[in-house]
């Protein structure tokens, strides 16, 4: 679909709006063309000292223009942007829902930096299609029209000539700028895309530059980057200002040519004197009309560009079919997994070959094996992030398959390898759990993780700021954090994916201890490389390079000469 038709769609249901803002700025204008029309007329004929009585209806004219066109431009511009704000924000509600589907497929693939430009920047440009892009040019085609007509009337080659002065300014000029600029707009946008992603990394990664001695090389970078945007974006007002000027020279020659072929007409005799004066003035006042063609020209490609790049992530397929309308309800939350493979896109590699295995409720299930061998991928695909390709997972008897993402992700509280940590305080991001967490429930939570002690060590205990990515905090704390957020969550299932990384022996043990004895009822599933206290598991499951090589209890799998005896052993010997 045409992305110009693709902004109009976005538009719909604020139609009704925008046209009568567009009404609102012609009659604006008119009254503009009448206040100026009105007062030459009475400026001509105030010249031969007529009764005032006969200048009467003239001065209550342009009373009545001067007020009017003030109401309307205020009507206009009201109307205009709480239509066009209304519109950005149900754009930014929009992209905000694609997105979700797309998780993670595409947002993995893609800098951060080029995804807040597209959310924010691009975003923010649309609303210049509404504005500037789009009424500009249907004003100015009413008002070149009417008044032309009206030339035409009085005379032909003045109507003529204020025609092709008008067909140049609002056609020729606007598509020379457009063909000019497009290429420079793509190379900015680029530029600029490069330039957030190059300031994120910056910042992000301002330690790891500062201990290997990289931040002037990547300063360095950065000022390269500046100076060829800077060097753009001057060629781009160059040749604006080239462009605006030769719109100028051709609406005051406009002005030229109609008070030449009008006057001629006055000196014939054909005309009134007042008519000249009326038209030319009439011209003047529609200046602001016609001024900004060209840049509405390059406005509109720059909100085409922005809108192709807002596609081109909208347009993307998700990676999970939608799902069934199937619903949860009393299901009992154990899980099947059924002859299970799959690989990520644009990989070969299975991630996954034929995985059978179940999870009966209130079980508590070890995923173990060393990296790479599709541990976490079985957590992925769990809560829909990925579309399996062989075998499938059922939850209480139905294939997952059946039910919406959105509604089985609720069954599911997952502690991720790397977590997310907002700018705020501790209870804020404790918050994201449950929004009416009770002081009991925190302390059971940090009590459960053995984090209650450092917690009250802190200046406002809960209600401390840790800062964007608790960046204040340790890594083994922010570890902790994460485990009360997943605990508090209080779903069903929970699945942890190496809980205990940066912890001591002593707290990891006492961790292990209260998730396998505390969370009677719940099913639990917690992959980890740490291997001891594995005893305390109802069963282990074993997977190397995409496959389950064993199952069973942990004194099961001591018998056996298997994988899992060769890793405790060895996690052992380096224990001693």
């Given at each position: 679909m045409?992305i110009n038709?693709?902004?109009?769609?976005f538009g719909r249901g604020?139609y009704?709006?925008?046209?009568?803002s567009?009404?609102l700025?012609?009659?604006?204008?008119?009254?503009?063309?009448?206040l100026?029309?009105l007062g030459?007329?009475m400026?001509v004929?105030?010249?031969?000292?007529?009764?005032l009585a006969?200048l009467?209806?003239a001065?209550v004219?342009?009373r009545?223009?001067g007020i009017s066109?003030?109401?309307?431009?205020y009507?206009e511009?009201y109307?205009?942007?709480?239509?066009?704000?209304r519109?950005?924000g149900?754009?930014?509600?929009?992209?905000?829902n694609s997105?979700?589907p797309i998780y993670?497929?595409e947002?993995?693939?893609r800098r951060s930096?080029d995804?807040?430009q597209?959310?924010?920047q691009?975003?923010e440009?649309?609303?210049?299609?509404?504005?500037q892009a789009?009424?500009p040019?249907i004003?100015?085609?009413?008002?070149?029209?009417?008044?032309t007509?009206l030339?035409?009337?009085?005379?032909?080659?003045a109507?003529?000539?204020l025609?092709?002065?008008?067909l140049f300014s609002s056609v020729?000029?606007?598509?020379?700028?457009?063909?000019?600029h497009?290429s420079?707009?793509t190379d900015i946008?680029s530029?600029r895309?490069?330039?957030y992603?190059?300031v994120?990394?910056l910042v992000?990664?301002?330690l790891?530059?500062?201990l290997?001695?990289?931040q002037?090389v990547k300063?360095?970078e950065?000022?390269?980057?500046d100076r060829?945007?800077?060097?753009?974006q001057n060629?781009?007002a160059?040749?604006?200002?080239l462009i605006?000027?030769?719109?100028?020279?051709?609406f005051y020659l406009?002005?030229?040519c109609l008070m030449?072929?009008l006057?001629?007409e006055?000196?014939?005799g054909?005309?009134?004197?007042?008519i000249?004066a009326?038209?030319v003035?009439?011209?003047l006042?529609?200046e602001?009309?016609?001024s900004p063609?060209?840049?509405?020209?390059?406005?509109r490609e720059?909100?085409?560009s922005?809108?192709?790049?807002?596609?081109?992530i909208l347009d993307?397929q998700?990676?999970?079919?939608?799902?069934?309308?199937?619903f949860?309800g009393?299901?009992q939350?154990?899980?099947?997994?059924?002859?299970?493979s799959?690989?990520?896109?644009?990989?070969n590699?299975m991630?996954?070959?034929?995985?059978?295995f179940?999870?009966?409720?209130?079980a508590?299930?070890?995923?173990v094996?060393?990296?790479?061998?599709?541990?976490?991928?079985?957590y992925?695909?769990?809560?829909r992030?990925y579309e399996?390709h062989?075998?499938r997972?059922?939850?209480?008897?139905?294939d997952?398959?059946?039910?919406?993402p959105d509604?089985?992700?609720?069954?599911?509280s997952w502690s991720s390898?790397?977590?997310?940590f907002?700018h705020?305080?501790l209870?804020?991001?404790?918050?994201?759990?449950?929004?009416?967490?009770?002081?009991?429930?925190?302390?059971?939570?940090?009590e459960?993780?053995?984090?209650k002690?450092?917690?009250?060590?802190?200046?406002?205990?809960?209600d401390t700021?840790?800062g964007e990515?608790?960046?204040?905090?340790?890594?083994?704390q922010?570890?902790r954090?994460?485990?009360m957020r997943?605990?508090?969550?209080d779903?069903?299932?929970?699945l942890?994916d190496e809980?205990l990384?940066h912890q001591d022996l002593?707290?990891a043990?006492r961790?292990w201890e209260?998730i396998?004895t505390?969370?009677?009822g719940?099913?639990v599933l917690i992959?980890?490389?740490?291997l001891?206290?594995?005893?305390r598991?109802d069963?282990?499951?074993?997977?190397q390079?995409?496959q389950?090589?064993?199952c069973?209890?942990?004194?099961?799998?001591?018998?056996?000469n298997?994988?899992y005896r060769h890793?405790w052993?060895?996690?052992?010997?380096l224990q001693?």
């Open positions: 045409n038709v693709r902004l109009l769609h604020g009704r709006w925008f046209f009568l567009i009404l700025a012609a009659l604006t204008v008119g009254g503009s063309i009448g100026y029309v030459a007329v400026l004929r105030a010249a031969f000292h007529p009764p006969e009467q209806l001065i004219g342009i009545f223009f066109r003030g109401f309307f431009r009507l511009r109307i205009s942007h709480d239509a066009t704000f519109l950005l149900k754009i930014r509600v929009w992209f905000y997105l979700i993670p497929q947002i993995w693939k930096g995804l807040l597209r959310m924010v691009d975003v440009t649309l609303q210049f299609f509404y504005l789009c009424g040019p004003i100015a085609f009413l008002v070149g029209f009417c008044l007509l030339t035409l009337f009085f005379s032909h080659a109507g003529t000539a025609a092709l002065c008008f020729v000029l606007p598509t020379v700028a457009r063909i000019r497009r420079i707009h946008a530029m895309t490069n330039m992603c190059g994120s990394d992000l990664g301002s790891e530059f500062l290997f001695g990289r002037s300063k360095a950065l000022l390269a980057m060829q945007l800077l060097q753009k060629t781009k160059y040749q604006m200002g605006s000027a030769a719109a100028n020279a051709t406009s002005i030229f030449y072929f006057l001629s006055t000196d014939r054909s005309i009134s004197i007042i000249p009326a038209l003035l009439a011209l006042a529609a602001d009309v016609f063609m060209t840049s509405s020209a390059l406005q720059e909100c085409r922005s809108a192709g790049r807002l596609i081109e993307t998700p990676a999970v079919c939608p799902g069934g309308k199937a949860l009393a299901l939350n154990d899980l099947v997994f059924d002859r299970l799959f690989h990520y896109p644009d990989e590699r991630a996954l070959r034929h995985v059978s179940e999870v009966p409720t209130g508590c299930i070890a995923v094996g060393p990296s790479g061998a599709g541990k976490s991928s079985l992925y695909l769990l809560m992030f399996f062989q075998g997972i059922t939850l209480g008897g139905k997952i398959r059946q039910f919406a509604l089985l992700r609720q069954r599911f390898q790397s977590p997310d907002f705020g305080t209870r804020e991001n404790l918050m994201i759990a449950d929004y009416e967490l009770k002081r009991e429930r925190l302390d059971w939570a940090a459960l993780t053995q984090s002690e450092w917690i009250e060590r802190l200046p406002q205990g809960y700021f840790i990515q608790a960046a204040k905090l340790s890594a083994g922010r570890r954090i994460d485990l997943t605990l508090l969550h779903a069903p299932i929970l942890f809980p990384k002593k707290t043990d961790i209260g396998t505390q969370m009677t719940k099913t992959i980890s490389h740490r001891l206290g594995m005893g598991f069963q282990i499951l074993v997977f390079q995409g389950m090589v064993e069973g209890r942990h004194d099961e799998l001591m018998k056996r298997g994988l890793m052993k060895w996690q052992k010997g001693a």
